[in-house]
Structures are given as structure tokens and as C-alpha cells.
């Protein structure tokens, strides 16, 4: 278990709509992440998968965020480039809600990477030197709601993205659920690309992944309250890291983003 | 608290020799403070394995377990796809040998009556027959098992042993598929560690029907301990799925082992 205190990037608040979960209501959240020596968390809304009108999905994220004592949470708003003037969303989250970066679930909403509008949301983002959060799927494929089956984002275009927006900084969110292939792996050795370990799994996974990517790439990530916390903060003990690169992946990385 | 995982298998790990792998497996297990793992199925794996694949996987964690007999049980891989072949090698891996449970996978559903002989002889034997059980939305595999079709073989079996694999994969599903089946337990591992899992499955059939399993090494003991750790349940339920229940279990067949179990 992790000595140094966490910095979770990977959380969500409200309710999936699909099942309510012991730690869908911000108090008991607050709560158990507190328990587990978490200090901040970064935070999106599970709202912000569903609902159109995002700047109330973002004020609500926002004002909840700043309302908790617990654990220090920032919020990360949501972004969807279909939507009519995105751009007004992303200056508002960046300028009068003074968020680090924005969320983006482009399975839910319906567009593929290689989209145009995708690319200009990209560029806009590192311009703006937020923090782009990209959620790759939000739940097993086998287990989803039969009129609510979203595949899993096709990473693909994104090297040739990377290449073309300097300055930008992505965390791919959920994107080590299956077997890892030689182009994600690549891709999180390209810079600016980052990971965390939510649904990271296999024995020792952990270990292994160091051994193909940077330690500096990896972040602590829960996917709570859809996941249960500890499922995060038990692999740091599954694998045999040095002390460092447990708060390398904890704390620092997260910090100097 | 003590930890017995019923559920882990010896493919996708490193090392030469099934003796390797295990020791591999345990050495992560004794990380997680896992004491006892059940393991089944060989090193290399297929749907629908013949006789002499069967027989192979067994004989494959047959040497693994021979290495590792105070941590380590096995249950023996059977296919209802060849009865008498796989009765053949119940007697002689459970009967004759050291194992103590069955394991069935996706070659035949699970209320085929091709399974009826299998789980006799396996009740017989007092030994456990875990049965892997997904309802999935994406469709299952042609001979794989839904926990109803487990019911249903339950229902012919009231004195059998029967484990639900993966709490049938679609959780929420398959906890009502099992409830009126009280010799069915359910096994927590393979699937995300989706929270609510546990509560549920407490809430429905008692902390007394649910054994821990982690589906190790394909899954990590963090995200299936992860389920029983992080469940708003009294620890006392908690020590229940993670020992006690699966000690209940094997208690009969490890005593007429010469095998002493404390509870």
C-alpha cells in the first residue's frame, strides 16, 4: 500500500445511470477516498455522458467540487465537439470555472477520433494549456445495459494527432482493460501521452507495464465509485515497485501535470 | 484475513513447466496474503478439448500441485462433450488422486443431461463442481453456460456442490438466476471489480453462499480482493467469502483425504 498520499485522477460524480453503487452520493465518496489517503481527486460527472445542456452539467460539477472539504476535488468538465459552440464550453471552463483541463468520452458522444471537430477541440485544448482526460470505455462490454452498448474508443488516429498538437497533454482514462498491444504501448511512450491503471489487470501488471513504458507516463487512477477503490490501491502492492516509483505514480506525476 | 481463492488457473505465466508457473502465481498470491489457491485448466487452453487435451491439462496441474500440496488444490478439467472419458479421469485424479473439485467450462451448457453422470460422480466424491457461467449482452459462446441453465442442473442435483462461476459474469442477472438454489455458491472472480457485487450478492444469497475467486492470473488478486475489501459488509462476512465458506466446502473430500481443515 502506498506510503505517500494519492492524487486520484480518475473519479466521477453522480450516478451511472444503469445501477446505483454504495459511493455514487459525494459524501460517501469524499468519504472513502479520504479513508484511503487520497488528497485531491480529479473529477468529472457522469451527467456530462449523457446530458446536452453541459454548461449545467459543468456548474454543478464545479459547485460540488468546491463544496467538499474532504478531499481536495478539481473538477474536469465536459466537452463534446458536436455540440453548437464548444468553444464558448471550453472558455468557460477554463477561464470563469479556472478548471486544470476538460473530460471527453467521444463513444458517448458519437463521434470517432479521426472527426475534424475532434482535432480542433485538441488544438484549442493545448492552447489553453488545460489537461485533455480521454475515457476510453466506461464499463465492461459484456456487461452493458442491451440499449446502451458503446464500444470502446478506437485509439488509432490518435499518433497522428499527438504529432500535429504541440504542447497538448492527454490521459487516456480506462484504456489498459484488455491485452495491450504494441501501438497503444507506443503510443504511451509518445510525448504528452499519459495513462492511469484503473482497469489495469493481471497478476503483477503493474510491474510489467513499467517495464514497457515510462514510469513518468503513469498516474493513479480508480474509476471510482464504478469501481471499488481498492481494486486501484491494491495493485501498487500486487507489484514489487521501489518506493519512488510508488510515488512517482501516486502523487508526482499527477502534480507535475 | 484469511484468504482461500477457488478460482485461478496457470496459463499466461511465466515459466517453463507448470511447477514454474505456480510458483510464480504463488509468489504474487503471498503478496496479497492469498494462503490457499485453487487451480485448474493446463497450460495451453481450447473451447471444446478433446480426451487427450483434457487429460494433458490435468496432468499439467496434477505436476504443479505436487509441488505446492500445503498451498495448493486441484480441480480436475472434465468435458460433458466426452462423458465416459471424463469420468475416466474424475476417478482418476479426484477419486484416485489428489484433486478436489471439477471445473467446467464452454464446451456443453450446463443443463445438457450429458452433464447428469459428472455430477454424480463428482457428488459422490464430495467434490465441488465449479461451473464458468457469463450471461453476456455481447452473446455467449455456443456450448457456454448461463447461471440459469446452472439452476436447472441444480434442480437435478439438490445434493451437489455447484459453484457459480463468475457470479454468472452479468452479476446483477446472475444472482437471481441462483437464489432458489441453495447449493449453489457463487464465485466473486473474473469480472470487474464492479462495485456493488459483493452487497448485492450478500444481500440476496447470505455471505454463507459466496466464495472468493479471482481468476488469476488473467485477472490481478488486487482487483478481485478488491470486491470483498471494499464492500460495506460487516467483516465478519467478509472473513465468510474470503476462507470459511470454500473450507466448508472442501472440508468433507479433504477429511476423507486424511486432510484436516479447521474452520
Known amino acids: ?84 459552440n464548444w468553444q464558448a464550453e471550453l472558455a468557460r471552463c477554463a477561464e470563469h470555472h479556472r478548471m486544470p483541463g476538460v473530460r471527453l468520452h ?21 492552447e489553453r494549456d488545460l489537461i485533455a482526460q480521454l475515457t476510453v470505455l466506461m464499463e465492461d462490454d459484456r456487461m452493458m445495459h442491451p440499449l446502451m452498448r458503446v464500444a470502446p474508443v478506437d485509439l488509432r488516429p490518435l499518433a497522428a494527432l499527438v504529432e500535429q498538437t504541440p504542447g497538448l497533454r492527454l490521459i487516456l482514462l480506462n484504456a489498459l482493460k484488455g491485452p495491450r498491444d504494441d501501438k497503444l504501448i507506443r503510443l504511451l511512450n509518445t ?6 491503471i484503473a482497469m489495469l489487470e493481471g497478476v503483477g501488471a503493474l510491474e510489467q507495464l513499467i517495464t514497457e513504458v515510462s514510469v513518468e507516463k503513469i498516474l493513479f487512477g480508480s474509476h471510482a465509485p464504478s469501481l471499488y477503490f481498492e481494486s486501484a490501491s491494491l495493485k501498487l502492492r500486487e507489484s514489487a515497485l521501489p518506493v519512488p516509483h510508488v510515488r512517482t505514480i501516486v502523487q508526482e506525476n499527477a502534480r507535475r501535470l | 484475513m484469511e484468504i482461500w481463492d477457488v478460482h485461478c488457473h496457470l496459463a499466461s505465466l511465466p515459466g517453463n513447466t507448470p511447477d514454474a508457473r505456480l510458483a510464480r502465481l504463488l509468489e504474487f498470491a503471498d503478496r496479497m ?8 485448466m493446463g497450460l495451453t487452453w481450447s473451447y471444446d478439448p478433446s480426451p487427450a487435451d483434457l487429460r494433458q491439462q490435468n496432468d499439467e496441474v496434477l505436476a504443479a500441485i505436487a509441488h505446492y500440496p500445503d498451498r495448493a488444490f486441484g480441480f480436475v478439467y472434465l468435458s460433458p462433450k466426452h462423458v465416459r472419458e471424463s469420468l475416466d479421469e474424475l476417478n482418476r485424479c479426484v477419486a484416485d488422486g489428489p484433486m478436489v473439485g471439477v471445473k467446467l467450462w464452454v464446451a456443453v451448457r450446463a443443463d445438457a443431461l450429458e452433464l447428469d453422470p459428472i455430477v454424480e460422480r463428482a457428488t459422490e466424491l464430495k467434490a465441488v463442481v465449479l461451473q464458468h457461467a457469463w450471461m453476456k449482452v455481447t452473446g455467449n459462446l455456443p456450448g457456454e453456460s448461463t447461471p440459469i441453465q446452472l439452476a436447472t442442473l441444480a434442480a437435478r442435483h439438490p445434493n451437489a456442490k455447484l459453484i457459480c462461476g463468475h457470479t454468472g459474469g452479468d452479476w446483477e442477472q446472475g444472482i437471481r438466476a441462483v437464489r432458489a438454489h441453495a447449493n449453489i455458491s457463487v464465485d466473486l472472480g473474473g469480472g470487474d ?51 470459511t465458506n470454500l473450507k466448508r466446502l472442501l472440508k468433507p473430500i479433504l477429511t476423507d483425504k486424511g486432510l484436516s481443515v479447521d474452520n
Request: charged share 20%; hydrophobic share 45%.
Open chain 1, 1 to 84: 500500500m502506498p506510503a505517500a498520499s494519492i492524487i486520484d485522477v480518475n473519479i466521477t460524480l453522480g450516478q451511472w445511470p444503469t445501477r446505483r453503487v454504495p459511493c455514487d452520493e459525494l459524501p460517501a465518496l469524499a468519504a472513502k477516498l479520504h479513508q484511503h489517503n487520497v488528497i485531491e481527486a480529479w473529477a468529472g460527472s457522469y451527467d456530462g455522458l449523457f446530458h446536452e445542456d453541459l454548461t449545467a452539467v459543468n456548474n454543478r460539477l464545479a459547485d460540488d467540487c468546491r463544496a467538499q472539504t474532504a478531499v481536495r476535488l478539481i473538477p474536469f468538465g465536459e466537452i463534446n465537439p458536436l455540440l453548437p
Open chain 1, 106 to 126: 467521444p463513444n458517448y458522444h458519437g463521434y470517432a477520433l479521426d472527426h475534424p471537430d475532434f482535432a480542433l477541440l485538441l488544438k484549442a485544448v493545448a
Open chain 1, 191 to 196: 510525448n504528452g501521452v499519459y495513462c492511469e
Open chain 2, 33 to 40: 496474503g492469498v494462503e490457499r489457491v485453487c487451480v485448474f
Open chain 2, 193 to 243: 471489480p464492479a462495485a456493488g457485487i459483493t452487497e448485492m450478492a450478500v444481500r440476496e444469497l447470505g455471505p454463507e453462499r459466496i466464495v472468493f475467486g479471482s481468476d488469476a492470473p488473467g485477472r490481478s488478486f488486487a482487483s478481485q480482493l478488491a470486491k470483498v475489501y471494499g464492500a460495506a459488509i460487516p467483516d465478519d462476512a467478509k472473513q465468510l467469502i474470503f476462507a
